[in-house]
């Protein structure tokens, strides 16, 4: 079962989503709500999605006793969505004027908290000091906040995860920790390779699809180092972030980990979702490059190192296991001839395959799982579901 706090915040209209997916997966939602949370969502819609009655009187009646030490008692999971500033401090102070920061501190099972507040409240060292204290406690995870447009239309690091993510990391703390003692590298984003100081080339990925590997390995128990390029996405809980610019910066970090990581061995797992770019400009400027006077200019570009190839080829027997994405503009058997043509080139154990106009700037997908022997095609899913089904594909087949 799992308790969902909900507290006063705009964001509070995104937990009647998170109760959503929670119930599709099969869990029970016990929604309680603060008094603050009733001017932004209603009770009867709480109740309604949740088939359960919404508590917010920390004095109702309860079988066995109080109602805040019923619920902690009973939870496999308290979730609190969203998490104001006020009631970070209000945890980490101790303090349990509501059902909800009660429920919170008296429970026996993990507690998952997704902040939501304005950018200059989540960056002031008040609600520093307060994350820091929960962090040390050990007792509170927190998912997110991420950086992004908040409801007075600033933008900063403030915003509520996206409820996908945030079902997924409460699912995740009561589920399978079949990763465990793995160490698992993801690649993510695009590469940036400059052409001069002002301009670069680059791609349309958002990074999404690595971070949801990242975060639900990291859920599954395994140590995760996820390789980043530019993106504006927060780093998932539990996952040590390395951000690069270019293929090249990308190509050291890579060496780096897979040479031996600080526990003496080298990664497990790699993933390799990142959209490296193709090319570079052979030589980029040092000034930006104007236009008076120059009506046509032509850039140089030399190939980039192929990343998943040199890991392929550099790899000892079936160590590490090796994922690739083929992200292609053809479907159907041709997509499938295209991902085992890199299944094969590259000396890579699974190809996840997909089509551009699927993937880029969504937070679903549709793909198919390729190997040697077989393709799988998977409906239409979350990018955390995909990377469920991905890393299911990897347990199963190192425990061949």
């Given amino acids: 079962m799992i308790v969902l706090g909900i507290s006063g915040s705009i964001a509070a209209y995104k937990a009647v989503e998170v109760a959503r997916l929670l119930l599709k997966a099969g869990a029970r939602v016990r929604p309680v709500m603060t008094d603050s949370a009733k001017h932004f969502i209603g009770e009867t819609t709480l109740a309604g999605i949740c088939g ?32 104001t500033a006020e009631l970070l401090g209000a945890l980490a102070q101790g303090r349990a004027n509501d059902v909800v920061r009660a429920t919170a501190l008296g429970a026996a ?23 820091r204290t929960l962090a040390a406690d050990g007792r509170v995870v927190l998912v997110g ?49 400059d052409i001069d100081p002002a301009r670069f080339m680059s791609n349309r990925s958002s990074g999404k699809m690595g971070f949801a590997v990242a975060a639900r390995a990291a859920a599954r128990g395994a140590r995760v180092t996820l390789v980043a390029g530019p993106v504006s ?26 040479a031996e990581d600080r526990n003496g061995r080298a990664a497990d797992v790699v993933v390799m979702t990142a959209a490296v770019a193709d090319y570079r400009p052979a030589e980029p400027a040092t000034e930006k490059m104007k236009r008076e006077g120059v009506s046509d200019r032509a850039l140089q570009l030399v190939a980039n ?26 479907g ?9 043509g ?8 699974l ?22 022997d077989v393709a799988e095609p998977l409906e239409r899913m979350s990018k955390m579901a995909l990377a469920d089904r991905i890393l299911d594909r990897v347990v199963a087949c190192r425990q061949r």
């Fill in 52 to 83: 359960e009655p919404v508590i917010s009187d920390m004095f109702a009646p309860a079988q066995g006793g109080e109602i805040h030490v019923a619920l902690g008692a009973e939870a496999d999971v308290v979730a609190l969505v969203p998490a």
């Fill in 109 to 131: 099972c993990p507690v998952i908290a997704a902040p939501a507040m304005h950018p200059r409240m989540w960056s002031h060292p008040a609600t520093q000091r307060n994350v």
């Fill in 145 to 193: 906040p991420e950086d992004g447009e908040v409801a007075s239309g600033e933008s900063g690091l403030g915003r509520m995860s996206e409820p996908s993510a945030i079902a997924a990391a409460i699912l995740a703390s009561c589920g399978d920790r079949d990763l465990g003692g793995t160490h698992v590298v993801v690649t993510a984003g695009p590469t940036v390779e």
């Fill in 233 to 258: 996405l927060g780093t998932p809980t539990g996952v040590e972030r390395v951000d690069v610019r270019s293929a090249l910066n990308m190509r050291d970090a890579l060496t780096d980990l897979l």
């Fill in 305 to 330: 190192p192929d990343l998943i190839a040199e890991i392929g080829a550099a790899r000892q027997g079936d160590s590490p296991y090796l994922v690739a994405f083929a992200l292609e503009t053809v």
């Fill in 332 to 340: 159907g058997e041709e997509l499938i001839a295209a991902a085992r």
């Fill in 342 to 349: 890199k299944l094969q080139r590259k000396r890579v154990d």
């Fill in 351 to 372: 190809v996840v395959a997909n089509q551009a106009s699927d993937a880029f700037d969504r937070d679903d997908n549709v793909a198919t799982l390729v190997t040697a």
